[in-house]
């Protein structure tokens, strides 16, 4: 979580509680192809919803990475920095 924070992947200021149930939050979460596709921000939102749930859920973050939401991420965070966004 110290590295989320570190690298500016956890956002601030925007409606996290909002932003989770909108369809394209459930569709980065929901279906690999999208997550594959996502853009830089997108992937700071996903990840920020991780991080911050849990904070207030007891094994959040736990349940993503079981989920394999969160090594999704990885891969497509690597094209993003080859491509130098």
Known sequence: ????YDLGWVLEGFD???????PKAMRLRDEPEALAKASA?????ALTIC?????????????????GLQTSVLPRAEVLLQEGT
Request: glycine share 6%; net charge positive; proline share 3%.
């Open 1 to 4: 979580m110290k590295v989320a």
């Open 16 to 22: 996290r509680p909002t932003w989770k149930e909108t």
């Open 41 to 45: 921000d997108q992937l700071a939102h």
């Open 51 to 67: 991080v911050r749930r849990d904070r207030f859920v007891e094994g959040g973050l736990n349940a993503v990475y079981e989920s």
